[in-house]
């Protein structure tokens, strides 16, 4: 039987008006509303428009039918339309909104009541009924009017809109009492601003992806009204124009910016606790994100070049620690790699030029993290699979998981001991692997164990789909067995030790979509010309920052509807910016 159900399994006691037939034919279980407006016809319903063609308000006839369709599907009230539709960009847009021009509230307000009188039992009609096909299918559309929430998995869109305001207002209360604090911004003595309004013109102009100079006009002013400055006072020249921003950070350090972002962000996870404990297990993926650079390098001390699979041949290198587990996914530490005077090659053995070093890298970042964060695994990629860093990892007690490198000795390894055709995978308990070690030799042996799993077609994520080289001995259709190392308990004894190790090497890819996680902070970030790393980084860490905040939304959001997490947040990044950039006036 089709997982769609027929009207007449809808058991509707009347004929479905046109516009729900067409839902019928639309939704589907994971169907929202963007998707649905994109495909109703509602224009047949405009012969009914009382407006003449030559009035002003005449082309808006779509968007306006289909908003009050939605307010009234979803059981909220028609005057509350133009905050609900700023607060859900996405779906104004998809009604055929201009999300900077929303009709007020009382627009929407005059067109039920006048514009729309001889469509209102159509359009009710047409609520209920879209309603209950959407209950039916899973779909989250709807207010689900008359059902209890276990009959709905608690998936109404109304509770979790209310949900977002809440816990929108409630994190970036938390970021006012508990992060911003923890970072410092200098200021002239007698300057007429606070502190807190510098670190809100950088969460403003992060929401809005704003230049820092040009930020800093765009809403000094703003400020200044609020505080009812005038901005041609003679003491205005203490005040915050284009350059004060600008100036601040750059009397920070690149060590005083890294400890401030890291201390914020500790306290921010923290905070979180109170509300709901993070979902069990909970793992830490850590990474190098690139962020392009194209300017000019001279005297570009972090600039390095950048790996080969990207378009841009020099960029800055942040080195970061991420919570991975149902429902988390959000930085706990971040630390600037890429400049030699930073990295302590003087503790390695005939190293004298590294731009850094993947062994002290994780050295620094468990640092950041063990106060505070007890990960069951840590996640790295292939880059962090040398003898330094299983070394870091040891000193520090932790598990770990991590792609192993397909050299010439781990191919014949796996070409005698993993079943490719069989798809059974192998384990080489205390595999050993040389290289330097901080303050060892330059060839130091190190043990981890090994795990060769069988290449799946299907999936090319971290290598699981690299295909065979051309020295291979495999045929030309097959997928490359995987080697990873890991200092877990593995075994290929017998069939349950096998599953139980696939399982500990298949939770690898929890770490799946921190690439995505690095555009989203970047999409926090405001952007800046400035060649001055410290600024660079300091618009990167705030980025961290706002990035958490939203996930931190999402994450009580899913808190508060009792649902079961999922690895996608609810709530968009898109939909979040576009809350606080309305609704932000001042953070402190």
Request: glycine content about 6%; overall charge negative.
């Amino acid at each position: 039987m089709s997982d769609r159900s027929s009207i007449d399994d809808l058991d509707l006691e009347r004929v479905l008006t046109q516009l729900a037939k067409q839902a019928d034919d639309i939704i589907e279980a994971r169907t929202e509303w963007p998707e649905l407006a994109d495909e109703l016809e509602v224009s047949r319903y405009q012969r009914q428009d009382p407006y003449p063609e030559w009035h002003a308000e005449t082309n808006d006839f779509d968007p306006m039918f289909l908003a009050v369709l939605w307010a009234k599907t979803e059981d909220e009230s028609v005057t509350g339309l133009s905050d609900r539709l700023e607060d859900n960009p996405e779906i104004a847009e998809a009604f055929g909104f201009n999300i900077d021009d929303i009709p007020h509230g009382d627009t929407f307000a005059r067109a039920w009541g006048d514009r729309f009188e001889a469509l209102q039992d159509t359009i009710n009609q047409t609520a209920t009924d879209i309603d209950k096909i959407a209950t039916k299918r899973g779909s989250p559309i709807g207010g689900h009017t008359g059902l209890k929430p276990k009959e709905t998995d608690g998936s109404s869109k109304r509770t979790e809109q209310r949900l977002l305001r809440k816990k929108t207002k409630e994190v970036l209360d938390q970021m006012a009492d508990v992060v911003f604090p923890a970072l410092d911004l200098p200021r002239p003595e007698n300057a007429i601003y606070d502190k807190e309004d510098l670190l809100e013109l950088m969460t403003v102009m992060g929401i809005e992806g704003e230049a820092a100079n040009n930020g800093a006009d765009l809403n000094s002013d703003r400020l200044a009204a609020q505080k009812d400055i005038e901005l041609d006072a003679p003491f205005y020249e203490d005040g915050m124009n284009g350059e004060t921003l600008l100036e601040a950070i750059q009397k920070l350090t690149v060590a005083g910016i890294t400890d401030m972002v890291n201390r914020a962000a500790e306290r921010a996870l923290t905070r979180i606790k109170p509300y709901a404990e993070f979902p069990d297990p909970v793992f830490m993926a850590i990474d190098i994100t690139y962020v392009a650079y194209y300017g000019d390098r001279n005297e570009m001390e972090w600039v390095s070049g950048a790996p080969s699979n990207k378009e841009y041949s020099w960029c800055h290198k942040f080195a970061t620690a991420t919570l991975v587990g149902d429902g988390v996914h959000m930085v706990a530490g971040m630390l600037p790699v890429g400049n030699p005077d930073w990295a302590n090659n003087d503790a390695y053995p005939g190293e004298k030029d590294k731009s850094y070093v993947v062994g002290d890298v994780v050295r620094e970042l468990l640092k950041i993290t063990n106060q505070y964060v007890d990960p069951k695994c840590v996640y790295a990629d292939r880059e962090f699979a040398a003898a330094d860093a299983i070394a870091a990892f040891e000193g520090h007690d932790m598990k770990y998981m991590m792609p192993a490198p397909r050299n010439d000795r781990t191919k014949r390894w796996l070409k005698q001991n993993v079943d490719a055709e069989q798809g059974v995978l192998a384990t080489e308990q205390d595999w050993a692997l040389h290289g330097p070690v901080k303050h060892g030799v330059s060839n130091e042996r190190v043990t981890t164990n090994l795990v060769g799993l069988p290449g799946d077609p299907d999936d090319d994520q971290y290598g699981f789909g690299e295909t065979t080289d051309s020295d291979d001995e495999y045929d030309d259709e097959d997928v490359a067995p995987v080697p990873f190392y890991t200092n877990t308990y593995v075994d290929d004894e017998i069939a349950v030790d096998r599953r139980q190790t696939r399982r500990k090497v298949e939770r690898y890819n929890r770490r799946g979509g921190i690439e995505t996680a690095y555009k989203k902070i970047k999409e926090f970030a405001a952007w800046t010309t400035s060649k001055e790393f410290e600024v660079r980084l300091w618009h990167f860490g705030f980025a961290v920052l706002l990035y958490n905040a939203w996930l931190m939304v999402d994450f009580l959001v899913q808190v508060g509807l009792d649902m079961e997490f999922r690895s996608k947040p609810r709530i968009t990044a898109e939909r979040f910016r576009g809350y606080i950039q309305r609704r932000l006036t001042r953070l402190i």
